[in-house]
């Protein structure tokens, strides 16, 4: 089984993934490394040399060409299910399964996350929240299209793993 893991930066895909990885013994994949191993440069310096529409057909590039186990987490970038076809590409390639929080939530810990987002443009306190309100906004009929939605309030891997197979059809 490929579980793609959806969701906001900073909603816990790549946490929740590797413990849900070492968990199962399924391979993890985290998709934002691939398009750094890719590109030979980090996303922000990709960002800033190539925009970001360049960067959006490269992540679909490394999304739908790499080879993952056949038993397989998958990390995906925040952006990655809204652009070309890629949530229907991962919806027949394996299970989706949308992490959701609130943005006051994703806000308090992308503010304390050390790791630079070029889409979040320096935004903090009260308009990083705005921001990422608006966001999600745009980007929640995308998110709804997963198979799955776990509540990122709380959660662990033990937890996502029982939220999966419960409702895997
Ligand atoms: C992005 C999210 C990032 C990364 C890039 C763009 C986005 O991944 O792919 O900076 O548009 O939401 P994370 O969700 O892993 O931070």
């Known amino acids: 089984m490929k579980i ?9 895909k790549t946490t929740l993934g590797k413990k849900l990885a070492s968990k199962t013994g399924f391979q993890f994949i ?6 750094e191993e890719a590109a030979g440069k980090t996303i922000p310096q990709y960002f800033a040399e190539h925009g ?22 998958i ?6 299910p809204c652009y070309f076809d890629n949530m229907e590409w991962m919806n027949k390639a394996g299970l989706t399964v ?12 992308l503010e ?5 987002r070029p889409v979040l443009k320096d935004h903090k306190g009260a308009a990083l929240v705005q921001f990422i ?13 997963a198979k799955i939605t776990a509540s990122g309030m709380g959660l662990n891997a033990d937890k996502l793993w029982t939220i999966i197979n419960d409702q895997r059809r």
Not at 30 to 35: A, N, Q, R, Y
Not at 75 to 80: K, N, P, R, V, Y
Not at 98 to 109: K, T
Not at 112 to 116: I, S
Request: hydrophobic share 40%; glycine share 10%.
């Open 98 to 109: 949308y992490i959701s929080l609130p943005a006051a939530a994703l806000a308090s810990r």
């Open 112 to 116: 304390k996350a050390e790791e630079v």
């Open 52 to 73: 970001e529409t360049a960067f959006r057909e490269l992540e679909r590039d490394v999304l739908q060409s790499a080879s993952y186990h056949e038993n397989a987490i």
């Open 4 to 12: 793609f893991l959806i969701g906001f930066m900073g909603c816990g």
């Open 75 to 80: 990390a995906t970038g925040g952006g990655a």
């Open 30 to 35: 985290d998709l934002d490394k691939l398009i």
């Open 133 to 145: 309100a608006g966001k999600l906004e745009e980007r929640e009929p995308f998110y709804s299209k």
